[in-house]
């Protein structure tokens, strides 16, 4: 009986030992190929995020949205909101230092309530409507591969002529509309909290109300 049953647990022991070996083989070929986040260094990157040639891609993606949706709906969606969080901080700062004669001060929440009661933000959103025409045609071309995510081909100073230079200025624009989106929201809050302008918060600080804590 023992010189049946000892090559038959002898062979299952190597069976087992065999399955180890492939699955130690299997997570080192794992972690070979696995691409570490810069922005998360204890992450995987996903690997739709392993484009280099992706303007400002720090491997940020903790919800790998980037392999849920179109990456290049994605830029473009960025790149927009940058574009527009940019020109949404001078429009916040710009009328505290700069304002028409007979033009009422007022702070970002109050100028939305006023132009929202007397139509202004309609005539905007007819505009922005019409301009997004023109961008669902050029996001079609994105999805088509036929366009770089964000490109108008606006560059009236050539500017962008050198392909090097392009590059950087494509970098610092995405930092600084990625600044640009912070920086709004936070402008904008602290004006909705405290009442008062960016300059006048800066120039006055008193802090949040306590009555507003509580």
Not at 24 to 36: D, E, G
Not at 63 to 74: P, V
Not at 87 to 105: H, N, Q, T
């Amino acid at each position: 009986m023992t010189a049946f049953v000892a090559p038959v647990v002898t062979g299952f022991s190597s069976s087992l030992s065999g399955t180890r070996v492939c699955r130690a083989a299997t997570v080192s070929r794992h972690a070979v190929s696995m691409k570490i986040s810069p922005a998360m260094p204890f992450m995987e990157q996903p690997a739709s995020l392993d484009d280099p040639s992706i303007p400002g891609n720090a491997g940020f993606d903790p919800f790998n949205l980037s392999g849920a949706f179109n990456l290049k709906w994605m830029q473009e969606a960025e790149i927009k909101h940058c574009r527009v969080a940019m020109l949404g901080v001078l429009g916040v700062v710009i009328p505290e230092i700069i304002r028409f004669p007979g033009v009422k001060a007022m702070t970002p929440t109050e100028a939305h309530d006023f132009f929202v009661k007397t139509g202004g933000m309609s005539q905007i959103l007819l505009f922005v409507s019409f301009f997004e025409i023109f961008g669902s045609v050029a996001l079609k071309a994105t999805l088509d591969g036929t366009r770089a995510p964000g490109y108008f081909a606006f560059d009236p100073l050539g500017l962008g002529k050198n392909p090097d230079v392009f590059k950087k200025y494509q970098l610092s624009e995405i930092k600084n509309g990625r600044l640009a989106m912070c920086a709004f929201g936070g402008l904008y809050h602290a004006g909705l909290v405290s009442k008062t302008g960016v300059i006048d918060q800066l120039t006055h600080f008193q802090g949040v109300p306590v009555s507003i804590l509580n």
